[in-house]
């Protein structure tokens, strides 16, 4: 029976690339000389520090166009609060990867509510599709890609 899984997922080495490129052009550029502001990378977590919060808002869209030109979708961010330690600031931006259970759930209801004849089962942070004919799947697909459920989706294991 032909099949396909729904993940979403980041390429680790590109995230890493991105944010190196973002924090050379930080130390680089004119309005960031003399401070302390830098983009890093810790654990799935793009840590944001600078000395005000109006440079951490600065440092957003030459991060996203960093990340956008290495083909990582934005919608895997989930920016945190802007906390203030010590003499400076910090934002935490987590590197949302694999489906939540509400996503997942909001995913199968789609499905379901198109009636295609496919079922789709939930496997830990991933989906499993199955159909009898490919046409199914690949409209499954098509449907998938255009529902905003607020994460980036990929196809894989395709299976005839």
Known sequence: MP???VVSEVDQH??????????REITNRFDFKGTSADAKLSDGMVVLTADS????????????????????DIECLDAGKVETSGKGVKQTIKVRVGIDKE????????????????QAQIQGE???????????????????????LGLPMQFQNFRD
């Open 3 to 5: 099949s396909f899984d």
């Open 53 to 72: 919060d109006f440079q951490i808002q600065q440092m957003h869209p030459i991060l996203y166009q960093k990340l956008t030109a290495r083909s990582i």
């Open 126 to 148: 991933q989906l499993r599709v199955n159909g009898k004919k490919r046409d199914d799947l690949q409209a499954t697909m098509k449907m998938l890609e255009g529902a905003e």
């Open 14 to 23: 590109e995230l890493g690339n991105a944010i190196d490129q973002a924090s």
């Open 103 to 118: 996503t997942a759930k909001k995913a199968v209801a789609k499905i379901k509510e198109s009636k295609l004849k496919v």
